[in-house]
C-alpha cells in the first residue's frame, strides 16, 4: 500500500517568517494530496489541498506545490502568525477512496 | 450548515467490554469513513462506506471490530470485548465525492 513519510516533526519558527513541511509517497497512483491542521484535542481541518493535474496551488498564506516525478509535495506558509501553532498532516490518496496520512508536524510560532 | 458530530466524545471502557461510537456525517455526503489516531499518529483508515454499503473494511484490526451504516447516513463503529492497545481517537469523516473529507471532533476511548 501506500506510504506517506513526512518531514519535520516538529518546526519553530519566528511570527512572520515562513514555514514549510514536505511529504513524501511511494504510490505513483496517487492522485489527490490534502493538508490538514489539527489543534490539540479538535478534529484535523482541511486546509489546502491538491490533485495530479496541477504542481501547484495557492490560498492566501498558503500554497502546496507537488512533483509527481519525485513524489514529494509541500506544504508552505508564509508571514506564519501564532494562530498558525498546530500539528499538519499530510495525506495520499491512491485509486481507493482512503487516505494514507504522514506522522504529522508539529509547528510553534513563536511571537 | 452543520458539521460532522460524533459520540460520545470521550468513553472509559474496562477491558473486556464492548463499546459503540456514533458518527452523523453531513447531510447528503455519500461517503464516510472511520478512522483511528493513536496518540501522537496520524489518523488511520478503519473501513469506508458509500451510502449503505461497506465498500472496504481493510483496515479493521480485528474481528473484535465492526461497523454499520444501515440507512446511509449515521454510522456506528462497534468493537467487542475491547483490549487496552485499542485506546485511541476514533475518527469519523465524511466527503460528498472522493476528494474532500470533513472530520468530526472524535471519540476519544480509553481502555482501562
Known amino acids: 500500500g501506500e506510504n506517506v513519510e513526512q518531514h519535520p516533526s516538529t518546526l519553530s519558527v519566528q511570527e512572520g517568517d515562513s514555514a514549510v513541511i514536505k511529504c513524501t509517497y511511494s504510490d505513483s497512483a496517487s492522485n489527490y494530496f490534502p493538508w490538514y491542521k489539527q489543534e490539540l484535542g479538535k478534529r484535523p481541518q482541511l486546509i489546502i489541498d491538491i490533485r495530479s493535474n496541477v504542481g501547484e496551488k495557492k490560498d492566501q498564506r498558503i500554497a502546496v506545490t507537488l512533483n509527481k516525478t519525485a513524489k514529494h509535495f509541500s506544504l508552505h506558509i508564509t508571514e506564519t502568525q501564532p494562530e498558525d501553532s498546530a500539528v499538519y498532516f499530510c495525506?495520499?490518496?491512491?485509486?481507493?477512496?482512503?487516505?494514507?496520512f504522514g506522522t504529522g508536524t508539529s509547528l510553534t510560532v513563536i511571537p | 450548515g452543520a458539521g460532522v458530530s460524533q459520540s460520545p466524545r470521550y468513553k472509559v471502557a474496562k477491558r473486556g467490554q464492548d463499546v459503540a461510537l456514533r458518527c452523523d456525517p453531513i447531510?447528503?455526503?455519500?461517503?464516510l469513513f472511520w478512522y483511528q489516531q493513536a496518540l501522537g499518529q496520524g489518523p488511520e483508515f478503519l473501513t469506508y462506506f458509500q451510502n449503505e454499503a461497506q465498500l472496504d473494511k481493510s483496515g479493521l484490526p480485528s474481528d473484535r471490530f465492526f461497523a454499520e451504516r444501515p440507512e446511509g447516513s449515521v454510522s456506528t463503529l462497534k468493537i467487542q470485548r475491547t483490549q487496552q492497545e485499542d485506546s485511541a481517537v476514533y475518527l469519523c469523516?465524511?466527503?460528498?465525492?472522493?476528494?474532500?473529507?470533513?472530520f468530526g471532533p472524535g471519540t476519544r476511548l480509553t481502555v482501562t
Open positions: 447531510s447528503g455526503h455519500v461517503s
Open positions: 469523516a465524511s466527503s460528498f465525492n472522493r476528494f474532500e473529507q470533513y
Open positions: 495525506a495520499a490518496q491512491p485509486t481507493g477512496n482512503q487516505f494514507y
